[in-house]
């Protein structure tokens, strides 16, 4: 992304927006601009409490790592699209976003990158194709500790793979598999209050085995399944 809007205009533009985190890191991955949502999702009371800083300093380290090795990829020069995330912020309730970074150019030059993390809606059930895709989500539910294949999921709402990934940003906001990977996840989480291991979980959830499970876990709840039990105990 090459030049953008100074940031009294992005303020202006994005701050009205309470589903929308915006934001702007210079290459050392340091908060150069935030909107108000952030601001208040932080628990901080005015924009210059976060300007400077980075996420080393804001979230919690079980977090802060995951968080600072992304942002370190996209000054890098990738590009991070519709990553489906749940995140953890200090004073609000967990959140599931889809999130988009990329590089912030200048003549050529990576100086930094812009973000957005936009909260998942509620589903659009006066859709036309609510009903099928329901019927699809209903079996996701009953077998998401299972292989599921995303053919079959078609078969179920009468629809070819194409229309049902379509139709499924459109009612969902989300994709097939990442319905699963959001239904594994939330159940998941609520296996970690209780005394089950980690590899039990894991396969409760569908995972092929424990590190598989590891893996997801941490790229979409931002720590490990081991920290996130830990977190909630504390």
Partial sequence: MDAILPP???????DPLPDVV????DTQCRYVHVNQTLIQRLGQRRREDIIGRSVLELYPPSLSA????????VVDGEVIENLLE????????????LTFKQPLRRDGRIVGL?????????PDSLHSSYARLQQAVAHMQ????????VQTLATIADVSVSQLERLFKRVFQITPQ???TKLRIETAMRMLHTGASIAEIGQACGF?????????????????????RAMSRA
């Fill in 178 to 180: 990442q319905m699963l």
């Fill in 22 to 25: 915006f934001f702007v890191k």
């Fill in 8 to 14: 009294a205009q992005l303020q202006s533009l994005f």
């Fill in 142 to 149: 009953a077998h998401f500790h299972e292989p599921l294949r």
């Fill in 66 to 73: 995951t968080y600072i090795a992304q942002d370190q990829r």
């Fill in 114 to 122: 812009v973000g957005i993390s936009r909260d998942l809606g509620q």
């Fill in 86 to 97: 749940l995140q953890l912020y200090p004073n609000r309730r967990p959140g599931w976003c």
């Fill in 208 to 228: 092929s085995d424990q590190s598989a499970f590891a893996r997801q876990f941490k790229c979409t709840v931002g720590m490990p399944p081991r920290d996130y």
